[in-house]
C-alpha cells in the first residue's frame, strides 16, 4: 500500500508545478503616445500607467546625433510587446523589449541621416508605421520591411 502512495505523489507533485501559458496575447497600442520629458528626463503614461527615464535613450541618441535633446518621446508597443521609440530630430527609432523593471534595447533602426521631422507612430499589423513628412515606413522588430 505504501509502495502505491509514491508514485500518486509523484505525479500529483508533477501537475502542480506546471506553468500555465495564456495565448495568443496581442499587445499592441491602438495609438502612440506623445509624452513630455520633464526635468529627470522621465516620461509618464497614464493611460497605461507607464513611467520610462529616458535619459539613456537621450544619451544613445546623442552618440550618433548632436542635436538639441527633444521635449517629447513618441512610444507605440505592438502586438508581440516590442515599444517603438523616437522623437522630432532623432536619426533613429529604438526597439525596446520589456525587462524585470526595465527595458532593454532589442534593436536600434537608423531611418535618415537627416533626423526625423514630426515623426508619428501608427498599428498598421503586423507592423509599425512610421510617418516622416510624407514618408511611410514599415518596421517590426527587426528593422524595416520592405523599401523605405
Known amino acids: ?6 508514485p500518486v505523489l509523484f505525479i500529483a507533485l508533477i501537475y502542480s508545478c506546471t ?12 495609438l ?3 509624452l513630455d520629458i520633464d526635468a529627470n528626463g522621465v ?3 497614464q493611460r497605461f500607467a507607464l513611467i520610462i527615464n529616458t535619459k539613456a535613450l537621450i544619451e544613445e541618441e546623442k552618440r ?3 542635436n538639441i535633446p527633444p521635449n517629447q518621446i513618441r512610444i507605440i508597443r505592438n502586438k508581440e510587446g516590442f515599444y517603438f521609440m523616437t522623437a522630432d530630430g532623432f536619426k533613429n527609432v529604438y526597439v525596446f523589449k520589456a525587462g524585470v523593471g526595465s527595458l532593454e534595447l532589442e534593436n536600434k533602426i537608423l531611418i535618415t541621416d ?5 515623426p508619428a507612430f501608427n498599428q498598421r499589423p503586423p507592423y509599425i508605421e ?19
Do not use: C
Not at 1 to 6: A, C, K, N, P, S
Not at 130 to 147: A, P
Open 1 to 6: 500500500m505504501r509502495y502505491f502512495f509514491i
Open 64 to 66: 550618433d546625433n548632436t
Open 32 to 34: 502612440e503616445s506623445i
Open 114 to 118: 537627416g533626423g526625423l521631422n514630426a
Open 130 to 148: 512610421l510617418l516622416n513628412g510624407n514618408e511611410k515606413i514599415k518596421l517590426n522588430h527587426e528593422g524595416i520591411v520592405g523599401e523605405k
Open 19 to 30: 506553468q500555465v501559458t495564456l495565448e495568443p496575447v496581442d499587445y499592441s497600442w491602438p
Open 43 to 45: 516620461i509618464k503614461d
